[in-house]
C-alpha cells in the first residue's frame, strides 16, 4: 500500500498530502476559531512576491501590513490583491524599522537577498526568503550565521519541498523503491524569452533584471535551484563539483545571461545531476527523472509516476535435498532493442495534491505559531545556493570548480 | 461551426480607411494598426483583437493578456488539483477555508447569481457533470439513483461564505465539486478587460471561445465592434447583428458540447433543481457591462426559459438578451430589451 505516514520536523503532517483528507482537516491550526495574528511585511512584491502574498492570504489570521519596493506602482496592485490599503515604504529599512510586523517576506532580485533578508532578521523578525538564497558563498554563509544566532524562523523559498507528491514519491525513492539512485536528470525547458513586459525603455534593468549579471545568475539559480535542492534532497549530500556550459542561441536582445544552461554536478559515489534549461522549447517541460538501479522516478509539477528496470534471474534460497532452480521473472517492461519505452508507468495516488507554494506558505504561518523549525530550512537553502554559485562561476570559468563545503 | 461570427471585415475595412485617411499628412496621433492573436486555456481558444501603435506594443499587451487568462485558469480550474477551487472543494466540507480576497470576491458573484435565479445558475454542479458524462466529454444516462445520491454533494445553498475571516465553509459537510464552468471565462474576460484598460488600449475585442466576448471602444471610425449572433434553429444564417461598445455579450448553446443516445440529444447545460441536462431550449444570449455577469446570465436563463429570464433581467440595468426555445424545427424568438431587430426565420412547413 503506498498509504505510509510522514513525519518532517518542523512541519505539522496535516500538510502532507501522505495524509487523509479527514486527518489534515482535524490537524489543522490548534485552534481554527482564532489562530494567532501574523501581521506580515514584504519587501519587492513582485510578480514572485505578489504570488507569495496571495498565498499568505488563504492562511487565516494573516494581514499583509507593510510593502517596500523602489517601483511605485508595486503598491497600488498590492492593495488590489489585498483588498485592502498596506503601507508602502521607497525605502526597505522604513519597512525593517516597524513595529508593527512579525514576519517578513522577502522576493527583491537576487542580488539584494542577502542584504534584506540579514536586515529583517536583524529586526528580530521571523522571514520568508526567496531562493536563491544568497548571490555569493560568503552571502550565504552571512545569512546562516545570522540565522544561528538568532531564534527566529527561517524558512527559504523551496516550495517544492512541500509538495505531497514530491515528498512521498522520495519517501518511497529513500526506502529503496527504485534502487540505488545514480543519477538525477533535471530539465526545466520553456519556449518563453523570459522577457518581462517594461512599460518604459529605463525600467528595463529593474524589472528584467533576471536578464542582467549584476542582479542574476540566471536560469541556473531562477529555475535550477529547485532541482539542485531536490537532487541535494534525495542525495542527501550537497554536490562536491560542477561544471556548466551556457550561450545564447535564439534571444539576441541584449541580455546578459545565457538563454540556455547546462550543468553536471558531481556528488560523492561518482553520482551525478545534470541540468538543463532551454527557452525556446517547451516540450519536454520542467520535469525530473531519478534513475536508480532498479527503475526510474519521473517527478512533474502535478504528478510522480514509477517505472521498474526489467528484472533479472533470481536465486531461490534453497531447501535441503530440494534442487534449486534459477527463474527469470517477467520483465516490467522491455523496449524492443534499445528504443526508449514509451508506455505508463506506476502513478503515485495522492490523495490530496496542492499549490506547493500554499503548501510552504501555509507552513511558515505555522512554525511562526509553533516554533518548529521549517523543512526548506537555511541550509537547504545554503545547500542549493553555493551549488548555484559555484556552477554559475564554472560556466564563466569554462570548467569544473569545486563546490565550496557547507559550513 | 462557431456558434457566432464575428464579422471583423467591416471593421478592418473602417480601420483602413482610418489609417489611409492619416497617410494625407494631416495626423496628429500615430497611426493604429488592427492586431490579432490567440491562446488556448480553460478547453477555449481565447482570442483579442486590438488596435495598437507598434508590434512591440501589441506584443506586450497580448503577453499581459494571456498570462492573467492563464493565472485565472490556475486559481479556477476544476480540472486542476492544485488550483485554489479545487483546494477549496476539498476541504470546505470538513472545515472553513480561507482564501484570497480575489477567490472569495468571485464565490459572491457567483453565490449572487444562484440566489437571483433560485439557483438556476449554480456552480456545485461538478459532480453532475461527471455522472452526464460531461467531465471526460463521453457522454453517459445515470440512473436517477446515482442524481438521488449526488443531491447531498451538490446545491449552492450549502456554500456559506463569511466575510469577516475571509471563509468558505459547506455546511452540508461534503466535499463538493466547484465547476466554474459557467461564469469562469466570463472573469477571465473582465480581468483582461481592467488590465487593457490599464494600458489605455483605445480599442479591442477579447473573446474566450466566442462564448463570451468585451467590447472596449470600437474600432477607429465605428460605432461598435460588430457581432453577429447566430440562429440555432437554421445554420448559417444570422439571427441579429449587433454592435458591440463598452459591454460584454455571452452566448449559452447546446450546438458544441452534447451527446446523443437514441436519437435525442443530451446538452452540456444541466438544470440543477433536476439534475437532468436541459430540455428545449436552443440559444441564450446576453449583453451586459460586465462578461462575468453574462456569462452567469447566460447560463442562467438558458435553464430558466423565457419567461422567467425576463422576470430576471428586469432587475439587471444596461442587460438585454435574445432566448431561443423549442425546437430547431419548432423555434420560439423572445427579445427582452434588445434593440436590434430579430431575423426570426418563419416556422418550417410541413408538406
Known amino acids: 500500500m503506498m498509504n505510509r505516514r510522514l513525519f518532517v520536523q518542523g512541519l505539522s503532517a496535516a500538510t502532507l498530502a501522505a495524509k487523509s483528507m479527514t486527518s489534515i482537516a482535524a490537524m489543522d491550526v490548534a485552534d481554527p476559531a482564532a489562530p494567532a495574528p501574523v501581521r506580515l511585511g514584504i519587501i519587492g512584491p513582485g510578480s514572485r512576491g505578489k504570488e507569495l502574498i496571495r498565498n499568505f492570504l488563504r492562511v487565516p489570521g494573516v494581514t499583509i501590513v507593510a510593502a517596500a519596493d523602489v517601483y511605485a506602482p508595486r503598491f497600488q496592485e498590492l492593495n488590489q490583491l489585498c483588498g485592502y490599503a498596506v503601507a508602502s515604504h521607497s525605502d526597505y529599512r522604513a519597512l525593517v524599522d516597524r513595529k508593527d510586523l512579525d514576519a517578513i517576506v522577502v522576493a527583491t532580485p537576487l542580488s539584494f537577498h542577502a542584504e534584506h533578508v540579514i536586515a529583517a532578521l536583524e529586526s528580530g523578525r521571523h522571514v520568508y526568503g526567496e531562493k536563491t538564497m544568497a548571490f555569493t558563498v560568503a552571502e550565504v554563509n552571512d545569512v546562516v550565521k545570522k540565522v544561528d544566532a538568532g531564534k527566529q524562523i527561517f524558512q527559504v523559498g523551496h516550495q517544492y519541498r512541500y509538495a505531497p507528491w514530491i515528498r512521498s514519491a522520495i519517501d518511497y525513492v529513500q526506502r529503496g523503491e527504485i534502487g540505488d539512485v545514480t543519477h538525477i536528470y533535471g530539465y526545466w525547458h520553456r519556449n518563453n524569452d523570459w522577457r518581462r513586459p517594461v512599460p518604459d525603455p529605463s525600467l528595463e534593468r529593474l524589472i528584467n533584471w533576471r536578464l542582467y549579471n549584476e542582479y542574476s545568475l540566471g536560469l541556473l539559480a531562477e529555475l535550477g535551484s529547485h532541482h539542485i535542492d531536490i537532487a541535494n534532497w534525495v542525495f542527501g549530500e550537497t554536490a562536491q563539483a560542477a561544471y556548466a556550459t551556457g550561450s545564447i542561441a535564439v534571444y539576441h536582445d541584449g541580455r546578459e545571461n545565457d538563454d540556455n544552461v547546462q550543468a553536471v554536478l558531481s556528488y560523492s559515489k561518482g553520482r551525478r545531476f545534470v541540468f538543463s534549461s532551454l527557452t525556446d522549447n517547451a516540450e519536454v517541460g520542467n520535469q525530473l527523472w531519478i534513475y536508480g538501479t532498479k527503475g526510474s522516478l519521473n517527478l512533474t509539477l502535478e504528478d510522480a509516476e514509477f517505472f521498474y528496470e526489467p528484472k533479472r534471474a533470481s536465486q531461490l534460497p534453497s531447501k535441503p535435498g530440494e534442487k534449486v532452480k534459477a527463474i527469470t521473472a517477467g520483465a516490467s517492461y522491455r523496449p524492443a532493442g534499445e528504443m526508449p519505452y514509451r508506455g505508463a508507468g506506476k502513478r503515485l495516488d495522492i490523495p490530496v495534491t496542492e499549490d506547493p507554494t500554499t503548501t510552504a506558505c501555509r507552513a511558515f504561518i505555522e512554525c511562526i505559531r509553533t516554533g518548529q523549525k521549517p523543512v526548506a530550512d537555511a541550509r537547504v537553502g545554503m545547500r542549493s545556493a553555493v551549488s548555484v554559485i559555484t556552477a554559475n562561476q564554472a560556466l564563466s570559468a569554462r570548467r569544473e570548480l569545486e563546490v565550496p563545503a557547507p559550513i | ?351
Open chain 2, 1 to 351: 461551426m462557431p456558434r457566432l461570427i464575428q464579422t471583423l471585415r467591416a471593421a478592418a475595412i473602417l480601420a483602413a480607411f482610418s489609417l489611409s485617411a492619416t497617410g494625407s499628412g494631416i495626423t496628429q496621433e500615430k497611426p493604429l494598426a488592427l492586431f490579432h492573436d490567440v491562446h488556448r486555456a480553460m478547453g477555449s481558444e481565447f482570442s483579442i483583437d486590438l488596435y495598437a501603435p507598434n508590434q512591440e506594443t501589441a506584443d506586450r499587451w497580448m503577453q499581459l493578456s494571456f498570462e492573467e487568462v492563464d493565472r485565472i485558469e490556475a486559481l479556477l480550474s476544476n480540472y486542476q488539483p492544485t488550483s485554489e477551487l479545487s483546494r477549496i472543494s476539498r476541504e470546505a466540507g470538513t472545515h472553513p477555508v480561507t482564501t484570497d480576497p480575489e477567490t472569495f470576491d468571485f464565490l459572491q458573484t457567483a453565490l449572487s447569481w444562484s440566489s437571483r435565479s433560485d439557483g438556476a445558475f449554480d456552480i456545485t454542479v461538478g459532480p453532475l457533470m461527471r455522472a452526464w458524462g460531461f467531465f471526460f466529454n463521453h457522454g453517459r444516462i445515470p440512473t436517477e439513483e446515482e442524481l438521488l445520491a449526488l443531491k447531498k454533494q451538490t446545491g449552492w445553498s450549502n456554500i456559506h461564505l463569511d466575510a469577516s475571516t475571509r471563509t468558505v465553509s459547506f455546511i452540508n459537510h461534503s466535499s463538493m465539486e466547484l465547476d466554474p464552468g459557467g461564469i469562469g471565462k466570463g472573469y477571465a474576460v473582465d480581468r483582461v478587460v481592467a488590465l487593457l484598460r490599464q494600458q489605455h488600449v483605445s480599442a479591442a475585442l477579447i473573446s474566450a471561445g466566442s462564448s463570451t466576448i468585451y467590447a472596449i471602444s470600437a474600432p477607429p471610425g465605428s460605432q461598435g465592434w460588430p457581432v453577429n449572433i447566430a440562429d440555432p434553429a437554421h445554420t448559417g444564417r444570422t439571427l441579429s447583428t449587433i454592435l458591440l461598445v463598452d459591454t460584454s455579450l455571452s452566448t449559452s448553446a447546446c450546438t458544441e458540447k452534447f451527446f446523443i443516445k437514441d436519437g435525442h440529444r443530451y446538452c452540456h447545460i444541466l438544470d440543477p433543481h433536476t439534475m437532468h441536462p436541459v430540455e428545449n431550449m436552443l440559444q441564450t444570449t446576453v449583453v451586459a457591462p460586465s462578461a462575468t455577469d453574462s456569462d452567469a446570465l447566460s447560463t442562467a436563463t438558458f435553464v430558466m426559459g423565457p419567461d422567467a429570464s425576463a422576470r430576471l433581467l428586469q432587475s439587471c440595468p444596461q442587460t438585454e438578451a435574445v432566448i431561443v426555445s423549442g425546437t430547431p424545427d419548432s423555434p420560439r424568438y423572445r427579445a427582452i430589451h434588445w434593440p436590434y431587430p430579430l431575423h426570426e426565420t418563419k416556422k418550417k412547413r410541413e408538406y
